[in-house]
């Protein structure tokens, strides 16, 4: 059984999705798409300025999310018909909302404006994003976490919980390796005392405790050899 509203609500999150990831790059000249707001049949989608807080700064295009013909609208088609528009003369309009001038599109007679350098760039952006995500998912919590339990089984739970005295160290040396972050006196400082802490509880004070205590001991005299006597 067809559910043509839930297939709607699919539709609009798919371009809403899409279009945000616009909001940081101009459209056309100065203006940029500051949000998407979805609605019955349609999708608003609102440009301005990127300072602009005062909503009359602000048009608001109501796109249709089909044509006539009933073919759904894709989300790079309603990008390339704001552009279109967002390049040209603000139309004539007496409607608003939320205090914003609203523009009807008319789709059977807008061409979409042709794509930009931006978009090649931002697919690549939301494929290492997925990208990111599946590692996530897989590497960093189903695969890492097979390996630590299987550790904790192999060298016991003591010793395994050792290896969290080197989190904070990892942490701090990948982003200075990777990224360029900054690595101090401060940081230095803590990842000593962390790896010393953690050397002390592998070694539970043995190396210390037996250098002392051989220390402390008196030398040990060598004895004299006794000649056996002869008769």
Same mark, same amino acid.
């Not at 996530?136 to 089984?153: D, F, T």
């Not at 990948?174 to 940081?187: A, D, K, R, W």
């Not at 803590?190 to 405790?209: E, I, M």
């Given at each position: ?25 101009? $459209?056309?000249?100065?203006?940029f ?12 989608? @609102? ?31 309603? %990008?390339?018909?704001? #552009? ?17 001038p %609203?523009?009807p @599109? ?16 931002? #697919?690549?952006? #939301?494929?290492? @994003? ?49 990224l360029?972050?900054?690595?101090? $006196? ?7 005392? %962390?790896? @010393?802490?953690a050397? %002390? ?24 050899? #006794? ?5």
């Amino acid at each position: 059984m067809n559910d043509p509203g839930g297939e709607t609500v699919e539709q609009q999150a798919y371009i809403t999705r899409f279009l945000l990831d616009y909001t940081a790059v101009p $459209l056309a000249g100065g203006t940029f798409l500051r949000g998407v707001l979805p609605v019955r049949d349609a999708v608003r989608v @609102v440009t301005g300025a990127a300072d602009t807080v005062a909503p009359h700064e602000l048009v608001a295009y109501e796109v249709p999310l089909s044509d006539e013909d009933e073919e759904p609208a894709t989300a790079p088609l309603v %990008l390339g018909w704001t #552009r279109m528009l967002a390049s040209g003369p603000l139309p004539h309009t007496d409607a608003t909302v939320m205090g914003m001038p %609203l523009v009807p @599109v008319d789709t059977t007679v807008l061409e979409p404006a042709d794509s930009t350098s931006t978009d090649p760039a931002l #697919r690549v952006l #939301r494929t290492l @994003v997925w990208l990111n995500t599946v590692y996530l998912a897989v590497g960093a919590a189903a695969i890492a976490n097979l390996l630590y339990y299987r550790g904790v089984g192999t060298v016991g739970p003591a010793d395994a919980s050792l290896m969290m005295f080197t989190v904070p160290v990892v942490n701090t040396l990948c982003p200075t390796l990777l990224l360029g972050e900054s690595f101090g $006196l401060l940081q230095g400082t803590g990842a000593v005392v %962390l790896l @010393v802490g953690a050397a %002390l509880a592998a070694t539970q004070g043995k190396v210390l405790t037996r250098r002392t205590t051989l220390a402390e001991q008196p030398p040990v005299e060598a004895e004299t050899p #006794r000649r056996r006597s002869t008769t």
